[in-house]
């Protein structure tokens, strides 16, 4: 038994046939009279663009609302914090549902 021997697999080379093309229409577009090669260009969508601006906008909103924070430290501090513990059942009870859907 000989062994096989493969001389090429007959087809295109898809390489190579790619970079003649490239070649072909940047040769083009330089030999026209103020030709310039054309690049990537990017298009951002307008929804895109609306995101962008509202994640920006959200950076700038501070983690911790300290004038929030610093009021009910004084109410607490002074007794005059009443919760509201309806809204608080009602609350916890949204988010113990909210947590078995997901």
Do not use: C, F
Request: no cysteine; charged share 35%; proline share 4%.
């Amino acid at each position: 038994m000989s062994p096989l021997k493969i001389n090429g697999t007959g087809g295109i080379d898809h390489i190579k046939a790619y970079t003649k093309q490239q070649q072909k229409e940047t040769d083009e577009v330089k030999n026209k009279p103020g030709g310039q090669i054309r690049g990537d260009t990017l298009e951002i969508s307008t929804e895109a663009r609306r995101m962008q601006r509202y994640k920006g906008m959200l950076a700038e909103i501070p983690a911790v609302r300290e004038e929030l924070v610093d009021s009910l430290k004084q109410r607490i501090k002074d007794g005059s914090y009443r919760p509201d513990s309806e809204k608080i059942a009602a609350g916890l009870i949204e988010e113990n549902l909210s947590d078995k859907i997901k």
